[in-house]
């Protein structure tokens, strides 16, 4: 379907709760607000026919950024809805009964970033081991900062005394 | 009665972990669970603390066989998020390499498919085909597998001249031998009858699921990233996207063999417009300067041999992407199992799951469960193939085959 047919389309159902942004010609983004989530990708997939592709999560400072692409092959160009699950408990409806495809990739966003799909018919993590402690989501930013803070200390000098075997520095052996 | 009969995690036909729980109803498979991320290496993660340029090298060892389709994908997000465009040069070395991957790719998956039904021949002649071809990539990229040609802005280096008369002929005697292994699928009663009618997914299942590259294709879902969503060169050549309609496993080798023809005059139509513009003059015709890369989003898409890679990344500004999400196409097509593996029997299953050419992978054992008693059988990986391969003896007595 054409971009501009969509974009008149996408307007009428949701009008103003939907923003609509373009970035090149091959890109569309729509933002959207969590109550009508599931709506929107449902429409776009079924009504506007177009192909469902993947998810992405964006950890931020207040919240989770989820987004889903959408591409129009014919037409040769992505659409990209997004919405973003506030933290302290990030939440948004499930799209996998409308879209089976999306089970795995909801999974994953739920596992590396803890946003909670409700009404996902089996939410368990998809790629971790079960040795892997429940509580980490490796992709949160507390996590990632740990791990940085982590990385820094154990550069260079330090790096270097832990491998050889040696006291660090201002230590007596 | 239904028991429980797990595969994996390793299994040892093809390369990437993932476990099978089949649920059978005597030989009738009635449900499968599967389990996948038995390898999880955190690349996206590490990703984000590497370079923009130190990137391809990190995400073309997220395959081994796709080593050329992940840093394409991304290569194309970072333009993307830019906005420029490379030399023409370079847009035909890209695919120049992209399409010898797909075909050492496709050669694999059939010399492997041969293996499981029983046909070692097929085996034996696809990587004695394989060779050459990854010699080749040697020649022009200095790495059988593991390209490191792919840069944001162009490639590391040309195709050396003297080059061009080699890949000549190696695509014509692949051309050939392509040709031999199609007509013999083709022509094989026995393969017909193994392969027609097992692990059917239709084009409204392919949609609903996502499915991708030869999966969908075979499921007369028409999708091929290179010609919906084409990058850099892809624009302008003339190749046909192959489509098949029944979505059996007959089907997805159908597609795999054809589309092989389809990658060679690609490759030819390349190398003739390199030929055209002659021996390179300097080093800008290989690469575009890039300066910094500044805030914004892009998406990169490219057709790899088993489906649509993408590639998402987002930058903030600084020297390495804030966000970079890999998504492979076996992430979709494994999933397309919970639809195509329940009805077949267990010889079949292992056949089905293949069919997929997922990234799955090797080593041991199949272990069988009785969900009521508790019972365990554990069968060997050897006994899985055995199954197929018997199954497809059976066929041939029962066909009068040689």
């Known amino acids: 379907m054409e971009r501009e047919t969509v974009k008149k389309k996408l307007a009428e159902r949701f009008g103003d709760k939907v923003r609509i942004a373009e970035r090149s010609p091959k890109r569309v983004y729509v933002y959207a607000d969590n109550d009508i989530w599931v709506d929107l990708a449902s429409f776009v997939f079924n009504d506007l026919d177009a192909r469902f592709d993947t998810g992405v999560g964006i950890d931020d400072r207040d919240g989770v950024e989820v987004m889903f692409f959408f591409p129009f092959d014919r037409e040769k160009y992505y659409l990209t809805i997004k919405t973003f699950a506030r933290k302290p408990k990030p939440e948004l409806d499930s799209i996998s009964p409308v879209i089976p495809g999306a089970k795995w990739i909801e999974r994953e966003i739920y596992e590396m970033f803890e946003v909670n799909f409700r009404g996902h018919p089996d939410l368990r993590p998809v790629l971790r081991s079960d040795t892997r402690p429940a509580d980490f989501y490796p992709h949160r930013r507390e996590v990632k900062t740990g791990l940085e803070s982590s990385r820094v200390k154990l550069d260079g000098q330090d790096r270097a005394d832990e491998v050889a075997g040696r006291p660090p520095k201002g230590q007596n052996p | 009665m239904v028991k429980k009969i797990p595969i994996g995690p390793f299994h040892p036909i093809l390369e990437e972990p993932e476990f099978f729980e089949l649920h059978v109803d005597g030989e009738r498979v009635v449900d499968i669970d599967m ?51 490379v030399p023409k040069r370079a847009q035909y070395i890209r695919v ?93 009663p026995v393969i017909h009858a193994r392969t027609k009618g097992v692990g059917i997914f239709d084009t409204k299942q392919c949609r609903l699921y996502g499915a991708l590259g030869p999966t969908a294709r075979a499921g007369g879902y028409d999708i091929d990233a290179r010609r919906d969503h084409p990058i850099d060169a892809y624009g302008e050549l003339d190749f046909k996207v192959i489509v098949c309609q029944n979505g059996d496993v007959f089907d997805k080798a159908v597609v795999r063999q054809l589309e092989n023809f389809e990658a060679i005059k690609i490759i030819r139509q390349c190398l003739d417009r390199l030929e055209e513009m002659g021996p390179m003059k300097d080093e800008s015709e290989l690469l575009l300067e890039i300066g910094e890369v500044p805030p914004g989003e892009g998406i990169g898409v490219y057709e790899a041999p088993r489906g649509e890679v993408l590639h998402y990344v987002r930058s903030n500004g600084k020297n390495m992407p804030m966000r970079h999400k890999v998504r492979a196409p076996s992430f979709n097509n494994i999933l397309t199992n919970e639809a195509s593996v329940p009805g077949n029997s267990i010889a079949d299953a292992g056949l089905i799951t293949a069919a997929v050419d997922p990234c799955y992978s090797c080593t041991e054992r199949v272990g069988r469960v009785d969900a009521r008693t508790g019972e365990r059988y554990v069968l060997t990986e050897g006994d899985l193939i055995r199954l197929s391969q018997e199954k497809t003896e059976q066929i041939r007595r029962q066909l009068g085959a040689e």
Request: negative net charge.
């Open chain 2, 35 to 85: 389990t996948i991320g038995w390898s999880h290496r955190g690349i996206e993660l590490l990703s984000e603390s590497k370079t923009w340029d130190q990137v391809p090298f990190l995400v073309e060892r997220v395959c081994g066989i796709c080593s050329a389709s992940h840093p394409f994908a991304y290569v194309k997000a970072v333009e993307d998020l830019l906005q420029v465009e």
């Open chain 2, 96 to 188: 120049i390499t992209a399409e010898l991957e797909r075909l050492h790719s496709h050669l694999l998956w059939t010399g492997l498919a041969g293996h499981f039904l029983g046909y070692n021949t097929v085996f034996m002649w696809c990587w004695k085909y394989r060779e050459p071809l990854l010699d080749i990539l040697e020649a022009v990229t200095g790495n059988r597998n593991h390209y490191a040609m792919y840069r944001i802005g162009g490639v590391r280096r040309d195709i050396p001249f003297e080059e061009y008369g080699n890949i000549r002929k190696l695509l014509d005697f692949l051309w050939t031998k392509n040709d031999m292994l199609t007509n013999a699928i083709l022509d094989d």
